[in-house]
C-alpha cells in the first residue's frame, strides 16, 4: 500500500468525539520528542501534516486524518512529559486509556521507542499494562539513523530480548528513521497485510 492522499480530519477531546463514520484506525503513541510526528509525515509523504514541534508535548488532543479516503492514522497525545501538571498528566492518561480500551474501530496500536536509549520504566509499564489489556500492538523503534544500520539492529534485539524477561510471546517490530525514510514500505506493507485479515 502506498499512502496517496492524506488530510487532518478533526481533533477529539475526548472518545465520543471521534468520528462517527465507523472508519478502521491505527493508532500512533510513544513519549514526547520520540519522533512521532515525524514519523508520521513521513508515512504520509506529507510535510507538516502533524505538527512536529520544538515544544514536546504540546499535543494534548486525539488527532485524526484521514487517509486514502479509506482509514484513519490517530496521533495520540505523547505520555511522559514531565513538566505537566499532575492533573493534566491524569486527563490525558483517562483519555488515552478509554481511547485504547474502548475505541472499537481501533485495529492496532503503534508504541514508538527511540531507538538510542534504553528501556525506559515509563514505556515498559506502558507495554505491559498493554499486553495486560489484550491490545494488539507493533513496537516502532524510531531515529535508527542517529546509530546507524548494525547499532540500530543491536539495541532493537537487545530491548526485545529484555521484553522476553517477561513476555512469552513478543510482539512485532520495526526499526525506522524519519530523516532517511527507513522501514517506511516495511510499516505500510504491515498496515496492508493487517487489513486483509
Ligand atoms: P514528537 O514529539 O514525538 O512528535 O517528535 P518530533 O517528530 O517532533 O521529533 C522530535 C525531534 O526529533 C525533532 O527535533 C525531530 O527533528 C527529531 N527527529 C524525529 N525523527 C527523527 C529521525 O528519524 N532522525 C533524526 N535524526 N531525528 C529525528
Known sequence: MDIKKSAFSL??????LCPTDNKIEYAFIGRSNVGK????????????L???SATPGKTLLINHFIINDSWYLVDL??????KRSKTVQQKLQQMISSY??????????FVLIDIRHEQQKIDREFIDWLGESGVPFTIVFTKA???GVVKSRQNAEKWMKQLADTWEELPPYFVTSSEKR???EELLNYIDEINKK
Open 11 to 16: 481533533s477529539a477531546p475526548s472518545i465520543g
Open 100 to 109: 485504547i480500551l474502548q475505541r472499537e474501530q481501533l485495529v492496532n496500536l
Open 77 to 82: 497525545p505523547g505520555y511522559g512529559f514531565a
Open 50 to 52: 502533524a505538527k512536529t
Open 182 to 184: 527507513i522501514g517506511r
Open 145 to 147: 539513523d542517529k546509530l
Open 37 to 48: 510526528s515525524s514519523l508520521i509525515n513521513m508515512l504520509c509523504n506529507h510535510k507538516g
